[in-house]
């Protein structure tokens, strides 16, 4: 699916990188306190698509065998633009890219939502603390919940990774932080940067 969507070192980065280094400077999907959407963008697709292939590279160097998974993903972003091209010329692969930027682009703002501003601590042993349900933020309203079968929680997502979106608990209040708006609002305010970042502010601040 996501190499349909020119995406898809995604399937890498997501697992290898940002399910173990979330919430920490290691993960480029974390959004960073006072950071805006549209820096993020770019620092984090970059920065995702470098990492992801250097985690496959070092599974390949303890022993992982098979065709490397970039190669996978840049041949199918090949072929996808050659087929956008074989239905409808130039116009055909721009319009292909185009809707699959948007789609890239809405799922890079879900991520610096859902993470924004959050950071591990460090411990006396200087390693980071394990990622825990406080550092996603997840969203209780249950329209928006049900309308994106249970996306919103993200917390358990991160917690049980193989548990399907619609099983997806949400935690108690107490455990995790919570968006004062619905998920598909809250995206809409962070692509406003001042907006967004003044509007989170004393609720990042509270949980902190």
Not at 94 to 102: D, G, M, Q, V
């Amino acid at each position: 699916m996501y190499c349909w969507l020119l995406f898809g070192h995604h399937t890498s980065a997501h697992r290898l990188v940002h399910h173990r280094h979330a919430a920490s400077a290691e993960d480029p999907n974390t959004g960073r306190s006072g950071e805006g959407y549209y820096a993020f963008l770019i620092r984090a697709w970059l920065g995702s698509f470098r990492r992801g292939w250097a985690a496959e590279d070092a599974l390949r160097v303890r022993g992982k065998a098979g065709l490397h998974p970039y190669a996978f993903y840049i041949g199918m972003a090949v072929v996808c633009l050659g087929l956008g091209f074989a239905i409808a010329g130039i116009w055909g692969a721009l319009a292909w890219a185009a809707l699959a930027a948007h789609a890239q682009s809405q799922l890079m703002l879900s991520d610096y939502v859902q993470h924004y501003g959050l950071v591990r601590a460090v411990r006396a042993d200087g390693r980071l603390e394990p990622v825990s349900a406080r550092h996603s933020w997840n969203a209780g309203h249950w329209f928006s919940s049900a309308f994106m079968l249970n996306a919103p929680r993200h917390s358990d997502h991160h917690a049980h990774p193989a548990r399907p979106y619609p099983a997806l608990r949400l935690p108690e209040v107490a455990d995790a932080p919570r968006l004062p708006w619905p998920l598909p609002l809250a995206c809409m305010i962070a692509l406003y940067p001042p907006l967004w970042k003044r509007a989170i502010r004393p609720h990042l601040n509270r949980w902190r």
